[in-house]
Each structure stands twice: as structure tokens, then as C-alpha cells.
């Protein structure tokens, strides 16, 4: 199962250009195959540096899982 979670101004009714390039993200990550799925995939058309942001983000949770001893939770895993 995929959940994808649309917010921001890409959201906005009347902007098409943006919904359609959230669209494309979706097929796109959808597409992908088990385990090369982002956890987290930005279309940032202002720039307002959320990649950088998200980087960061993810940087600090996976030294704290490392620092938890759980690595194994950083990878997925088929049920």
C-alpha cells in the first residue's frame, strides 16, 4: 500500500500548472519499484528550499535510529 500526502500551495484551487506536476510526482513515485520509494518527494515551485529541509530531516532521524540500535528500521521490509 502507497499513501500519499498532498499539502501546500500546490493544493490550491486554480493552479493548475502545480496539480498537474503533483500528478506527475505521484505516477512517478508510484511507478517506482519496492524499496526505491522516497519516504518523503517534493515538488517545490516557489524554491523555498524544502529539500534542504527535508534532508536535514531525515539525516537527524536516521542517526537517532542508528544511535537506537535499530538500523533494520531504516530499510523496508516485506511483511
Given at each position: 500500500?502507497?499513501?500519499?500526502?498532498?499539502t501546500?500551495?500546490?493544493?490550491?484551487?486554480?493552479?493548475?500548472a502545480a496539480?498537474?506536476?503533483?500528478?506527475?510526482?505521484?505516477?512517478?513515485?508510484?511507478?517506482l519499484?519496492?524499496g526505491?520509494?522516497?519516504?518523503?518527494?517534493?515538488?517545490d515551485?516557489?524554491?523555498?528550499?524544502?529539500e534542504?529541509?527535508?534532508?536535514v530531516?531525515?539525516?537527524?532521524?536516521?542517526?537517532?535510529?542508528r544511535?537506537?540500535?535499530?538500523?533494520?528500521?531504516l530499510?523496508?521490509?516485506?511483511?
Amino acid at each position: 500500500m502507497s499513501v500519499v500526502l498532498i499539502t501546500g500551495a500546490a493544493t490550491g484551487i486554480g493552479n493548475l500548472a502545480a496539480r498537474a506536476g503533483v500528478a506527475a510526482e505521484i505516477v512517478r513515485v508510484l511507478d517506482l519499484p519496492f524499496g526505491d520509494k522516497p519516504f518523503r518527494t517534493v515538488i517545490d515551485d516557489a524554491h523555498a528550499g524544502v529539500e534542504h529541509v527535508n534532508d536535514v530531516a531525515y539525516q537527524t532521524r536516521a542517526d537517532f535510529v542508528r544511535r537506537l540500535g535499530r538500523p533494520e528500521l531504516l530499510a523496508p521490509a516485506r511483511s
